[in-house]
C-alpha cells in the first residue's frame, strides 16, 4: 500500500509542465496484398488520378465537386490499402498530452479536452461563444503493481517497465514509464462509452510511452514521438 502511494505520489510531482506528443501508426507487410511491381504501378496510377481531381475540384459546379470529392476520399482510401500491402508505414493519428499539477490536457486537431484530476471533471472546447459544460469522471481504477512488469526499452531517454495487456481478445505489448502519471486512467466519463482497449490501458502504473499489436497482416502502434 505504501509503496502504491509513494508510485502515486512520484507520478503527481512529475505533472510540472510536461507535453507528450503521440503518433498512431499502421505499418503492414510487404507483398501481403499481391504482386509488388502490380501494386506499385496502381498506387501510381492513383496518386495521378487524385492529384488531377484535387487540382480540377474548384472549377467544377458544386455538386460535381461534391461527388468528386466523395470519389478522392474513397481513392485515399484505396492508397491506404495499397500502401499497407507495400509494407508501408501510415499515420492514423496525432495528438498531445499535456501534463500539470492537478490536471491533464488531451489536445488534437479537431478537439481540446482538459481533464480536472482533483474535481474528476473533464471540460470540452466548446467553440467561440459556447459555454464549456464540465462533465463528471469515473474514479481512477486500481493500478496493476509495478512487479508485474519486467524491464522494458529506454525509450526517449526514460526507462520502462513492459507490460503484456488484452482487450478485446487482441494482445498488446505495452512499455510504462511508471514517473509519470497515466492519463487513461483519467479520462472515462461517467455513463459514457468507453474504448475497451482505454479501459484496459488505464489499470497500468504509469505513461504508455508505446503501445504495440499486430495481426499478422500489420503492426499497430501508438507512441510517444516528443517529450518537451
Given at each position: 500500500?505504501?509503496?502504491a502511494?509513494?508510485?502515486m505520489?512520484i ?5 510540472a ?12 507487410i510487404?507483398?501481403?496484398?499481391g504482386?509488388v ?26 455538386a460535381v465537386a ?30 498531445t498530452?499535456?501534463?500539470?499539477p ?6 488534437n ?10 474535481g ?8 467561440e ?27 526517449l531517454?526514460?526507462k ?43 489499470k497500468?502504473?504509469?505513461?504508455p ?9 500489420s ?10
Amino acid at each position: 500500500m505504501l509503496r502504491a502511494l509513494l508510485c502515486m505520489m512520484i507520478g503527481v510531482a512529475s505533472l510540472a509542465a510536461l507535453t507528450l506528443d503521440v503518433e498512431e501508426t499502421t505499418t503492414g507487410i510487404k507483398g501481403s496484398g499481391g504482386d509488388v511491381a502490380e501494386l506499385e504501378r496502381m498506387e501510381a496510377l492513383e496518386k495521378a488520378r487524385l492529384k488531377k481531381a484535387r487540382a480540377e475540384i474548384d472549377q467544377l459546379p458544386k455538386a460535381v465537386a461534391r461527388l468528386i470529392r466523395q470519389d478522392i476520399g474513397a481513392g485515399e482510401a484505396e492508397l491506404d490499402r495499397i500502401a499497407m500491402s507495400l509494407g508501408k508505414t501510415i499515420v492514423r493519428d496525432r495528438y498531445t498530452f499535456q501534463l500539470e499539477p492537478g490536471k491533464i490536457v488531451y489536445q488534437n486537431d479537431q478537439r481540446r479536452v482538459v481533464f480536472d484530476l482533483v474535481g474528476r471533471t473533464a471540460t470540452e472546447d466548446a467553440g467561440e461563444g459556447n459555454a464549456p459544460r464540465p462533465l463528471a469522471l469515473e474514479p481512477a481504477p486500481k493500478a496493476l503493481s509495478i512487479e508485474e512488469g519486467k524491464p522494458g526499452d529506454v525509450i526517449l531517454g526514460r526507462k520502462t517497465l513492459q507490460f503484456v495487456i488484452v482487450a478485446q481478445s487482441r494482445t498488446y505489448t505495452v512499455m510504462v514509464d511508471t514517473t509519470l502519471v497515466n492519463p487513461y486512467a483519467h479520462m472515462q466519463l461517467v455513463g459514457g462509452e468507453a474504448n475497451k482497449l482505454d479501459i484496459v490501458l488505464g489499470k497500468l502504473p504509469g505513461f504508455p510511452l508505446l503501445i504495440v499489436d499486430s495481426d499478422g497482416r500489420s503492426e499497430h502502434r501508438r507512441a510517444v514521438r516528443e517529450i518537451k
